[in-house]
């Protein structure tokens, strides 16, 4: 069984958001979905958040 993916507050530091998600804080941003912080720019952008992706899969 597979753990859902916590959402991260929008209101949460991008730099702590960032160590969380394996990124850099420049690429942080909203989730397209929840407003929840993700990966939202660069190579490797994941523009709707796990959460919510782990909730689809669900
Ligand atoms: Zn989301």
Redesign the pocket.
């Known amino acids: 069984m597979d753990v859902l993916p916590r959402?991260l507050e929008p209101t949460m530091d991008p730099g702590s958001a960032a160590i969380i998600l394996g990124c850099e804080p420049r690429q942080i941003g909203p989730?397209?979905?929840?407003?929840?912080l993700?990966v939202r720019y660069g190579v490797r952008a994941e523009p709707?958040?796990?959460?919510?992706?782990a909730?689809e899969r669900a």
């Not at 709707?48 to 992706?53: E, S, T, Y």
């Open positions: 959402r989730c397209a979905r929840c407003q929840g993700t709707v958040c796990r959460a919510c992706r909730a």
